[in-house]
């Protein structure tokens, strides 16, 4: 299928260490943030998200982290894999708002 | 459960012409939103339906127009296509009413080439 990203900032990483993914969100009145994977041929895919009551959340090899005073999230994967290489979005949203705002989007390369 | 379908998977159409995609969506969701990607950027929304009513609009002119039917599926519609309409455009399914939900399940795009 026809590849995304092709000129988005690019992490790469050795298999095995952590990734840190960064985002800077838009809107201060945002309440709901999310992470999504999104390889190519693909939609994006849910992996994570966060109310604004919360600072932290931990789910299987991720770690979503909110800092409401600088309006930043980041998204932390543990012992990166090969199947992890994909454009990772934030993505913004009001609680029972109509639109999910998209970041610009993060290309992780996973080295084997 | 069924995940969220979407035809064609790609498509070509020259400038001025009209083209309609369609989407089914994830079972048991009642809501379905429109994004467009272009390459290199994430998606932007287009808008949003909800009991076959239009739920919301991004910042998209008046040829991007859709509809949902009964069985909550959906077509997006543009037309008088101009080059920068070529994109990957994407639905998502959602639930909203007595449980809201705002994940987004997304189906796999349908890339428009406009010449």
């Known amino acids: 299928g026809e590849s995304v990203g092709l000129h988005l900032p690019t992490l790469s990483v050795q298999e095995g260490d952590n990734s840190i993914i960064n985002c800077a969100y838009s809107n201060s009145a945002s309440d709901y943030f999310i992470w999504y994977k999104q390889e190519s041929g693909k939609g994006p895919q849910f992996i994570i998200d966060i109310r604004s009551n919360m600072d932290k959340r931990q789910g299987q090899r991720v770690t979503v982290l909110l800092n409401k005073t600088v309006k930043h999230l980041s998204l932390q994967i543990a012992a990166t894999q090969p199947g992890d290489s994909a454009v990772y979005f934030c993505?913004?949203?009001?609680?029972?708002?109509?639109?999910?705002?998209f970041g610009a989007g993060t290309r992780l390369f996973v080295k084997a | 459960e069924t995940g969220v379908t979407q035809s064609p998977t790609h498509l070509i159409k020259t400038r001025g012409q009209q083209v309609t995609l369609r989407c089914s969506s994830q079972s048991g969701h009642n809501t379905v939103s429109w994004y467009q990607q272009a390459l290199g950027q994430g998606p932007q929304f287009i808008f949003q339906?909800?009991?076959?009513?239009?739920?919301g609009r991004g910042n998209f002119p008046p040829r991007f127009s859709g509809l949902q039917f009964p069985n909550y599926s959906s077509e997006l519609n543009v037309n008088a296509l101009e080059l920068d309409d070529s994109a990957l455009y994407l639905c998502?399914?959602?639930?909203?009413?007595?449980?809201?939900?705002?994940?987004?399940?997304f189906g796999s795009g349908t890339q428009l080439s406009v010449l």
């Open positions: 339906y909800y009991r076959e009513e239009e739920n």
């Open positions: 993505a913004e949203t009001l609680t029972g708002g109509f639109k999910t705002i």
């Open positions: 998502a399914s959602s639930s909203q009413g007595e449980w809201i939900s705002e994940k987004l399940f």
